[in-house]
């Protein structure tokens, strides 16, 4: 079989100073796949996704993505990160955020179609600065996908997000999956979590489990997710 892992992280650790942030983490992610990163603030799932997009360099182990030993400057353009933390330029437009990414990336004829997937199409010459924290939120992920990308790397999408549109991302999410397009998607919200196709469990920067949703159930031996994640981080947690 060839391999087809959009990202593969083998043994990977990353400290700050004495601070083991990640220990030892070998996670796989397949092309097309949606992966969910779950895990309670402080366990590493925004170090993992910095380590995934090469914005961090592990002190130890091998992080591939989409086929490159990372980091790698060459891979980014087929990346597209949204952060935790809206990383959006203030003083400027909604329109002229979205058309910024896309132009870094070779991409003008996406922004339409990107504003109009997150609803901000007739907001688009708002000034950024005076958008509520939900808009940002969407502003954000229209800048992390307006190019394309093979790989989306979601810290934590929906946080700020009201019901209905969230339920709108994650049909995007899923067409964007069925189109080939592998997404990584951190979140502490359980709901969130049955809508991927595989979980890791991240807590004290290690991986305490693998699987599907159901997986996961059988595991913690609970039909409620979040049962199941306290029971499997209970187990095995320090
Ligand atoms: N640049 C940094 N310098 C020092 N400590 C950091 C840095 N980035 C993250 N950490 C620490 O690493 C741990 C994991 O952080 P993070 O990956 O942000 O967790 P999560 O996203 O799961 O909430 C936390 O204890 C955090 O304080
Ligand atoms: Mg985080």
Redesign the pocket.
Known sequence: MSDTYAVNLDDVSKS??A?K?LNGVTLRVRQGEIYGLL??????????IRLICGLLEAQAGKVTVLGQKMPNVSVLRHIGYMT?QAALYPAISVEENVSFFAAINGAEEGVREALELVQLWDRRGSVVATLSGGMRQRCSLACALVHKPELLLL?EPTVGIDPQLRVQFWDYFRRLAAAGTTLVV?SHVMDEADRCQRLGL?QY?RLLAEGSPADIRAQGGSRNLEDAFLALAGSKGS
């Open positions: 700050f100073g601070f942030a895990g309670p603030n402080g366990a590493g799932k925004t170090t993992l935790q810290d951190s991240i920067g």
